[in-house]
C-alpha cells in the first residue's frame, strides 16, 4: 500500500477510474491523498444526477453538498422524489398489543409506531411552514451547473427499519389519497417556488411522479395559481425552457371546483418562456374536451419543441395546435397519437396540411395511426446474391424533414386503403 499511495497523481487518477462507485467510496478513506485524488471520479460517477426526499435530513445533506468545491459544481440534475409518509400507512401499535412470550413484539410495534408518527409531524411541519422551499432554495443557488429538476417517484431510495417497504413505491399507484394528492400539489408548489427564488435560470423541468411504473399525476394534483406562493412566482416569471408534463389514466382525479383545463393551461403558463413542452397522457383517459381545449388556447410565443403523447384526438385539433405555433415551431413529436371517431381524421391530409403551409420543419412520428399503426415497404439489406430484399414492418419510429425522409417522398407513397392501418410504401426512398 505505501509504493501505491507513492505513485504520481496521474497514475493513481486512471485506477481510481477503474473502480466502481462502491469501491470509490471506500477508497477515499484510505489516505487524505487518495482521498483527494478520488474526489473528481466520486462527482462524476455519483453526484452528477442527485436525489432528495422531501425531509429535512435529506434536504440538509443535499445544501452541504451544494457548499462543497467538488461535489456541489457536479450536480447537473437534481431528482426531487415523491416518495412520503402517510398517515395510513404507518405502523399500527394496537395490531400487536399480544400477551406472553409476544410482549416484547408489541413493545416495539409501539415504539415503531411512535417514531413514525414524529417523522409524520416534523414532514408536516416542513411542507408547512416553508422550511422545505427555504433549503431547496439554498441547494438551487449554490449548484453553479443545475441544468434539470425532475419531480419523481420512481427512484426509490433505500428505508431505514423505521419505513416498512408498504409505505413505498406501491402506495403511490395504488392509493392515490387525498393525503397525498395533497402532498404532490405542496411539493410541486415548493419545488416552482424554490426555482423561481434560487434557479431561476433553471432550463429544464421534468414532472412524472412515475410514470414509467404505471403511476402519473392528473390535473387536479397540480397546484393553483392561487396559491400565494405561485401568486409570487407569476410577478417573477422562471426563464424555464423545457417543461415535461406526464398524466396517467389510474391517478386520474375528477376535481367539481376547478376545471381540469384551466388547471393544465394555468400550470404551463407559469412558464411563458418555455422553448420545449412535451405533454403525455398514459393510459385511457376519456378526457376529449382538454386536447380541444389546448388546441385552442394554448400559444408559447417562444416555443420551438412541441410534444404530444399517447393521446386520442382528431386532425382538426392537431392543426390548430400547429397553426397557433407555426412561427415558431422547428420540430413537433408524436407519439402513439390516434384519430379517434369517424370525425376523426386522415394522417395522408395532416401530413399534405403540414407541408402545405409550412406549418413545421420536421415532424417526428412514433407508433401513431388512426386505430392501429404504420405499415411500412422498403428494402432490406441485400441477399447473398446481391439480390434486393422487400421487406415489411409495423413503424415504430420515422421522421419526416430534417434528417428524415422528404415530405414529397412521404406524400407521394402514403397510402389509407385500410383505414387501421396507414402505409408508406418506401421503395427505393431513402432518408434525406
Aim: glycine share 8%; charged share 25%.
Amino acid at each position: 500500500m505505501p509504493a501505491f499511495l507513492h505513485l504520481p497523481d496521474e497514475i493513481l487518477l486512471l485506477i481510481v477510474r477503474a473502480v466502481d462507485p462502491e469501491d470509490l467510496r471506500a477508497l477515499r478513506l484510505v489516505s487524505r491523498r487518495l482521498g483527494g485524488v478520488a474526489q473528481i471520479p466520486l462527482a462524476k460517477t455519483c453526484f452528477e444526477r442527485r436525489r432528495v426526499l422531501l425531509q429535512q435530513d435529506s434536504l440538509e445533506t443535499l445544501v452541504e453538498i451544494s457548499r462543497h468545491p467538488v461535489f456541489g459544481p457536479a450536480v447537473r440534475i437534481l431528482v426531487v422524489l415523491m416518495d412520503h409518509l402517510r398517515p395510513d400507512l404507518g405502523p399500527d401499535a394496537s395490531r400487536s398489543r399480544l400477551s406472553g412470550d409476544a410482549a416484547h413484539e408489541s413493545k416495539s410495534v409501539e415504539e415503531e409506531a411512535r417514531q413514525y408518527s414524529l417523522l409524520l409531524i416534523d414532514q408536516e411541519a416542513l411542507m408547512e411552514t416553508g422550511l422545505g422551499t427555504t433549503y431547496l432554495a439554498q441547494a438551487m443557488a449554490g449548484l453553479p451547473n443545475l441544468e434539470s429538476v425532475v419531480i419523481d417517484a420512481t427512484e426509490w431510495p433505500r428505508w431505514g427499519p423505521i419505513v416498512e417497504p408498504r409505505a413505498g413505491p406501491q402506495y403511490l399507484r395504488l392509493f392515490m389519497s387525498p393525503y397525498t394528492i395533497e402532498f404532490v400539489q405542496k411539493a410541486l408548489c415548493a419545488v416552482v417556488l424554490a426555482v423561481a427564488t434560487g434557479k431561476p435560470s433553471l432550463a429544464e423541468l421534468d414532472i412524472a411522479i412515475g410514470s414509467e411504473h404505471g403511476g402519473g399525476i392528473s390535473p387536479g394534483m397540480l397546484p393553483s395559481s392561487t396559491r400565494p406562493a405561485l401568486q409570487y412566482v407569476r410577478k417573477r416569471p422562471i426563464s424555464l425552457s423545457s417543461l415535461w408534463l406526464r398524466f396517467a389514466a389510474e391517478n386520474w382525479t375528477f376535481d367539481p371546483v376547478n376545471d381540469e383545463l384551466e388547471m393544465v393551461l394555468d400550470f404551463i403558463m407559469l412558464f411563458p418562456k418555455l422553448q420545449s413542452l412535451y405533454i403525455r397522457f398514459e393510459g385511457e383517459i376519456d378526457r376529449p374536451e382538454l386536447m380541444n381545449g389546448l388546441s385552442q388556447r394554448l400559444r408559447l410565443p417562444n416555443l420551438r419543441f412541441l410534444g404530444l403523447g399517447e393521446l386520442q384526438c382528431t386532425e382538426r385539433e392537431l392543426i390548430s395546435l400547429l397553426r397557433g405555433h407555426k412561427d415558431t415551431l422547428e420540430e413537433v413529436r408524436l407519439q402513439g397519437i390516434c384519430f379517434g371517431g369517424d370525425q376523426g381524421g386522415s394522417w395522408r391530409s395532416l401530413l399534405r396540411t403540414v407541408r402545405d403551409e409550412q406549418l413545421v420543419p420536421a415532424l417526428t412520428i412514433e407508433e401513431c395511426s388512426t386505430v392501429g399503426g404504420w405499415v411500412l415497404y422498403g428494402f432490406d439489406k441485400a441477399s447473398d446474391d446481391g439480390t434486393p430484399t422487400t421487406t415489411t414492418w409495423y413503424a415504430e419510429r420515422f421522421r419526416i424533414g430534417g434528417t428524415g425522409f422528404a415530405w414529397a417522398d412521404v406524400l407521394d407513397h402514403v397510402t389509407e386503403d385500410n383505414k387501421h392501418y396507414p402505409k408508406l410504401d418506401l421503395g427505393q426512398v431513402y432518408p434525406i
